[in-house]
């Protein structure tokens, strides 16, 4: 997954996507974050089909700023888009991150959205992982399937989330374990549930130079 409609490489995008595709990326999983950049997803969509999957979600991060009428727009952006993604959505229980009852609130609607228009969703968790776990089987099992993004979470919780439908996506946030840690997690996701993300234009792997 990426947001190549991030301001710090917009431009770069069409750039960015000839020379993956050269080098046999096919497909670019591009995720909104709020409101105000699910139209540019959409028309990135439109302009770049098929190669970038368009995916609109509320963030963690901009739950506080959201709208009254938050939740019509992302129905009606995924009405006029069927090829469309629920994400990025998620908990982030980080101080700064504000109220996080709110976040529950909000992610779940999301992800009710998700299983009501049978889509896969792209989800993010920051320190919240058993919050996330206990929505999860709340609502799950998730038949379209759910991708972690950056999985920073245990080893025990992988077998739980894979059963639900979850993949487990890891980026270079994964160098900033501890190396016993992120080995014993890794090892617990089955292969075929393993994916890798940019989550450009951030995630870049710490220089080991």
């Not at 609607?109 to 919050?131: M, N, W």
């Not at 989330?161 to 980026?171: D, H, K, V």
């Not at 270079?172 to 090892?187: E, I, Y």
Request: glycine share 8%; charged share 20%.
């Amino acid at each position: 997954m990426s947001h190549l409609q991030d301001p710090r490489i917009f431009h770069k995008a069409p750039q960015l996507i000839a020379s993956a595709i050269d080098s046999g990326v096919v497909r670019f999983a591009v995720n909104g974050a709020s409101e105000l950049d699910w139209p540019l997803v959409k028309q990135m969509g439109e302009s770049h089909h098929p190669h970038i999957v368009p995916c609109f979600g509320l963030h963690p991060w901009f739950v506080a700023d959201r709208t009254p009428n938050w939740l019509n727009t992302l129905k009606q952006s995924f009405a006029s888009t069927t090829s469309a993604a629920v994400g990025e959505i998620g908990l982030d229980k980080r101080k700064k991150m504000g109220d996080f009852a709110d976040q529950v609130h909000v992610f779940r609607q999301q992800l009710e959205l998700a299983k009501e228009l049978k889509r896969p969703a792209s989800i993010h968790c920051v320190r919240a992982f058993g919050d996330l776990l206990e929505i999860m089987k709340s609502l799950g099992p998730f038949p379209e399937g759910f991708l972690l993004h950056s999985y920073l979470g245990s080893a025990e919780m992988v077998p739980e989330f894979a059963n639900l439908g979850g993949y487990f996506s890891f980026s270079g946030f994964l160098m900033s374990m501890k190396t016993s840690k992120a080995k014993r997690m890794v090892k617990a996701v089955p292969f075929d549930r393993i994916l890798l993300e940019t989550d450009a234009p951030d995630a870049l792997p710490k220089s080991q130079g």
